[in-house]
């Protein structure tokens, strides 16, 4: 307990969500999202919980991560989402990854890797339906199809497309995303006779659009406990309802009075009004505490809200704690979290912040000591 600020992970709240992932998949299988250190929550942890829980695969941006996972002893497919290139191609496939293919640039050196090991190299097709990142387009998947079964050593077991506004519901580009993929999808099988692995959704997919679960999902942020959309909630039962796994805290540092009309902190940038009672927390942007969280963000002191005022700095943040009955040096700070019942949830700061939930979550688990709570 030497570090002053804490990044605490429920595996409880972990398990909860995951299991809500599954009411909303229903028989669709369910890919676990853990790029990003599993969006700050701690990447190998999660990725054990998750398999554990009945997820059939994880999921990760680059080739690195997966080597991270399988040096941890996890031997679940896990799928790299974006950075297969023809120089992170033999990596892959010595680590037993699942390469994920945009396009045909990494083609070759796959099908050379697949030879070289003496195995078969399994692929999911990444299409672009709408989102307009990365991918083939509709049109050109045929030729890139053709390409794979060409290279003796390559086969395809998937293909897939991802959303670029699940998170708001009712987004008629979700709509026409699913029907783009569905059609696309269904005619390349006929076209070639086979059936693959079909899937589309990401959180906001399984949550708010219809017809989008296909054979597997691929979830994300609902996995640790926000919505896409911060502002709608869906109305249903607690067991339904997600739990934030995340709670970061930190604790005052010191407490001061200070007379009315006194300057805090650089630039001076709010100055007290009454006699006022300032408690100084150390945290700050070098923590993901963003410097905008100044005079806007409120943390919890003994189960109370008290406001952030001045400039939050690299290692100090300063709170108005005047409105509190007490309040004494070592007194918990709770920045994201709940504490005795109030709460300050990651969408609340990413408001504050200009962002979203998920830049919060990786912003405070990436830069801070993290320890994952059983
Ligand atoms: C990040 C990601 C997801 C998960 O998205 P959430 O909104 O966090 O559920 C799913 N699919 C792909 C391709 C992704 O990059």
Redesign the pocket.
């Known amino acids: 307990m030497n570090a002053l600020n804490r990044v605490e992970i429920s595996a409880r709240a972990l398990r909860h969500n995951f299991g809500v992932c599954r009411h909303y998949a229903a028989d669709a299988a369910i890919?676990a999202?853990v790029?990003?250190e599993a969006?700050g929550h701690g990447m190998v942890d999660c990725a054990r919980l998750f398999v554990a829980e009945g997820a059939a695969s994880l999921?990760v941006?680059q080739v690195g991560e997966g080597v991270t996972l399988r040096q941890a002893g996890i031997t679940a497919p896990i799928f790299v989402?974006?950075g297969i290139t023809p120089q992170s191609a033999a990596v892959a496939v010595e680590h037993g990854l699942t390469p994920?293919i945009g396009d045909g640039s990494s083609l070759d050196e796959l099908a050379f890797q697949a030879r070289r090991v003496g195995r078969t190299v399994r692929l999911h097709l990444?299409m672009d339906a709408g989102m307009g990142r990365?991918g083939t387009l509709p049109g050109e998947m045929s030729a890139l199809i053709q390409g794979v079964l060409d290279r003796p050593g390559l086969a395809i077991d998937g293909i897939?497309a991802?959303?670029p506004e699940?998170?708001e519901p009712g987004a008629a580009s979700s709509s026409q995303v699913v029907e783009t993929f569905r059609v696309t999808s269904r005619q390349l099988e006929q076209q070639f006779g086979r059936r693959w692995c079909l899937?589309l959704?990401?959180?906001?997919?399984?949550l708010y659009v219809s017809g989008a679960r296909f054979d597997m999902v691929?979830?994300?942020?609902?996995?640790?406990g926000s919505y896409?959309d911060a502002h709608a909630t869906p109305e249903v039962t607690p067991a339904l309802q997600l739990q934030p796994a995340m709670r970061f805290s930190s604790q005052v540092i010191q407490v001061r009075q200070l007379p009315a009309g006194t300057g805090l902190g650089y630039g001076h940038s709010w100055t007290s009004a009454r006699p006022t009672t300032i408690a100084v927390l150390p945290v700050g942007y070098s923590n993901g505490y963003l410097r905008r969280l100044s005079n806007r963000a409120s943390v919890l002191i003994r189960g109370r809200r008290v406001p952030v005022v001045g400039r939050v700095s690299m290692n100090l943040t300063m709170v108005d704690a005047t409105d509190l009955e007490q309040v004494e040096v070592g007194d918990e700070a709770v920045l994201l979290g709940t504490q005795q019942g109030e709460a300050i949830s990651a969408d609340e700061i990413g408001a504050w912040m200009e962002t979203i939930s998920?830049e919060v979550l990786c912003l405070f688990g990436g830069l801070n000591r993290r320890s994952f709570l059983e």
């Open positions: 890919l999202m790029k990003g969006y999921g941006a989402l974006a994920v990444k990365q897939l991802h959303f699940a998170d899937h959704a990401n959180s906001g997919g399984l691929r979830p994300g942020i609902m996995l640790y896409p998920y």
